[in-house]
């Protein structure tokens, strides 16, 4: 088999939290294009159809919108559920919801940090181990985790302790369930990415003035755009990348090479 051929998504069924918009609908979208079948799982569910007949109507595929809250156990649980019954099985997930709240450690209210740890960290665990409980018993399957170069370094100027602590988490998470899972073929890797120009970033009144610092500390110099990350976790859903996992890909411009 040519590596195009393994890299292909033909056959394949998934989902994607945090879809709607931003990241998880550039990722969604790609793996429809790679020939997979897809659900758009988000808690906006207006902007998840939307998103869903978009990318229905670009690639051909079976797309379709569900409605959760990933910090929901049994909304995760009825979401894989529905996966599996809707689009015939599961064979990759990508856990990719997150928020991401800026206040000073010294300010931050608990709600705000258990917030950040819930949505970014806490619903990670649900999703992988929800899906992975499914791979497990139906021949394996294939992970990703949205992380971030936060998990790596202290972003500045801006402070969020909680978002920093949430991510490196992530990959942690990831890193245990990839060695718990590595013999049964399941596979579970992340993803870093640097600063990314999505509504997180763009549409915050208070990061949107930050962008111009974030550029002169960045090597590459500008934000990168979230089709920038696709091409990677197809990779990583694909058979192609069978023996990677436990592994998290920086895609950040450079940012954390120093
Ligand atoms: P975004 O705000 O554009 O999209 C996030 C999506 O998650 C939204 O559609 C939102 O409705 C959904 N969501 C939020 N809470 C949810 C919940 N409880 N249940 C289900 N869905 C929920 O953000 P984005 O920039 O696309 O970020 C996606 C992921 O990438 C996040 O985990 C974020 O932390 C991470 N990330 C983003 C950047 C960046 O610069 N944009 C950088 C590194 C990592």
């Known amino acids: 088999m040519g590596i195009l051929e393994k890299?292909?998504?033909?056959?394949?069924?998934?989902?994607?939290?945090?879809?709607?918009?931003?990241?998880?609908?550039?990722?969604?979208?790609?793996?429809?294009?790679?020939g997979a079948d897809v659900a758009i799982v988000d808690i906006d569910f207006e902007t998840a159809e939307k998103t869903a007949a978009e990318i229905a109507e670009?690639?051909?595929?079976?797309v379709i919108a569900l409605k959760c809250d990933v910090t929901d156990e049994a909304q995760v649980q009825s979401t894989v559920d529905t996966v599996v019954k809707e689009l015939g099985g599961l064979n990759f997930c990508h856990a990719n919801a997150g928020v991401c709240i800026?206040?000073?450690?010294?300010?931050?209210?608990?709600?705000?940090?258990?917030?950040?740890?819930?949505?970014?960290?806490?619903?990670?665990?649900?999703?992988?181990?929800?899906?992975g409980k499914y791979m497990l018993s139906h021949g394996g399957g294939s992970i990703i985790n949205t992380a971030s170069m936060s998990a790596h370094i202290v972003n500045v100027p801006q402070p969020q302790c909680a978002y920093n602590a949430s991510k490196a988490g992530v990959i942690q998470l990831t890193k245990s369930l990839a060695?718990?899972?590595?013999?049964?073929?399941?596979?579970?890797?992340?993803?870093?990415?640097?600063?990314?120009?999505?509504?997180?970033?763009?549409?915050?009144?208070?990061?949107k003035p930050l962008i111009e610092k974030w550029n002169a500390l960045s090597p590459i110099g500008r934000l990168g755009k979230p089709e920038e990350?696709?091409?990677?976790?197809?990779?990583?859903?694909?058979?192609a990348s069978s023996f990677t996992t436990g592994a998290d890909f920086c895609m950040d411009g450079a940012f954390t090479c120093f």
């Open 102 to 131: 800026n206040a000073a450690a010294e300010e931050m209210t608990y709600a705000q940090w258990k917030k950040n740890l819930s949505v970014n960290l806490d619903s990670v665990f649900l999703t992988d181990t929800i899906a």
């Open 229 to 239: 990350l696709a091409a990677a976790c197809v990779y990583l859903a694909s058979d």
């Open 58 to 62: 670009k690639t051909g595929r079976k």
């Open 179 to 207: 060695v718990e899972w590595a013999k049964r073929n399941v596979r579970v890797n992340s993803i870093s990415p640097g600063y990314i120009g999505t509504d997180l970033t763009l549409s915050s009144e208070f990061l």
């Open 7 to 34: 890299m292909s998504l033909a056959g394949k069924k998934g989902f994607v939290t945090g879809a709607a918009r931003g990241i998880g609908k550039c990722t969604a979208t790609a793996f429809a294009e790679a």
